[in-house]
């Protein structure tokens, strides 16, 4: 895609996963990639095999994010595109799934949740949007999941968090209509990573490139407080109404 040549691509929770997916498509558009992540092993990884850079951000840290902000902006330029991707599951994987008592909730793990989810998103968006708007525009986006628009009955408080960025991405894009950051959500339903239980893969389940050649196509020609909703292979991805039906 010509949109990345020679821009900088930012992608939190670049590790692993769709965020990992994100990164190597981008580099191999042309894009100079910058890996944020707690993972340093693996944010290496792809930094090494993307030609990127990677830096040690816990997403719920808004210092972090301005600090690491600030260091990309000094070595690979202006930050152009960012995908907020960053994001935790209640649940250990090795837990069978059930429904878990809202009232038995440990307060640290909503915590967790929220600061992850929802702290890393909001923070991200207040330490990217200057520069942006400085550059003169730019396009974000965020990686809610199919949980922010129906419920997902295993993990309750990882559906109310996706369905608060859905409310976050639909609110900016109805506040600031010609930009100058166009701000858009991917809703995939599960894809094959670490992240959903293996329990729950299926051969049409989708990949994290499957997922990220979406997240690309809203960065570069999206327009702006867009929902798109990824189900599973061979269904192609649709914007999501927020219409109440009138
Ligand atoms: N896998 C799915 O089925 C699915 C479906 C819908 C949405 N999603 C969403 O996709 C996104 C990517 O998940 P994935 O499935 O690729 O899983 P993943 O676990 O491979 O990727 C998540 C990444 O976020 C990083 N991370 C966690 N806490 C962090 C923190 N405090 N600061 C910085 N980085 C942190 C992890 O280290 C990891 O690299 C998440 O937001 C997830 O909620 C996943």
Redesign the pocket.
């Known amino acids: 895609m010509a949109a990345f040549e020679g821009q900088v691509v930012l992608v939190?929770?670049?590790?692993?996963?769709?965020?990992?997916?994100t990164a190597t498509l981008a580099a191999e558009a042309g894009a100079r990639v910058a890996i944020?992540?707690?993972?340093e092993a693996?944010?290496l990884a792809v930094a090494r095999a993307t030609g990127g850079r990677f830096w040690h951000?816990?997403?719920?840290s808004a210092d972090e994010w301005t600090a690491a902000v600030a260091a990309v902006t000094a070595e690979l330029g202006p930050i152009g595109f960012a995908h907020l991707?960053?994001?935790?599951?209640t649940r250990p994987l090795d837990v069978a799934l059930s429904v878990p008592p809202i009232e038995d909730f440990a307060l640290g793990r909503y915590e967790a949740l929220r600061?992850?989810?929802i702290d890393?998103v909001v923070f991200g968006l207040q330490a990217l949007l200057p520069g942006m708007a400085r550059r003169g525009g730019g396009a974000i986006t965020i990686?809610?999941?199919?949980?922010g628009l129906a419920p997902i009955p295993f993990d309750p408080i990882?559906s109310l968090t996706?369905h608060a960025l859905v409310g976050l991405v639909r609110s900016l894009g109805a506040a600031h209509p010609s930009g100058p950051v166009r701000i858009n959500a991917i809703?995939?339903?599960?894809?094959?990573?670490?992240?959903?239980p293996p329990q729950?893969h299926a051969p049409d389940?989708?990949t994290?490139q499957d997922?990220a050649i979406e997240v690309l196509d809203l960065l570069a020609s999206g327009a702006t407080g867009e929902t798109r909703l990824m189900l599973k292979k061979g269904v192609p991805a649709q914007a999501v109404s927020p219409s109440l039906g009138q």
Do not use: E, H, Q, W
């Open positions: 939190s929770g670049g590790a692993t996963g769709l965020g990992a997916a944020f992540d707690v993972n693996d944010g951000v816990d997403v719920g991707n960053a994001g935790i599951m600061r992850v989810n890393g990686t809610s999941s199919m949980g990882y996706k809703c995939p339903g599960g894809f094959t990573s670490d992240l959903f729950l389940s989708l994290p997922v």
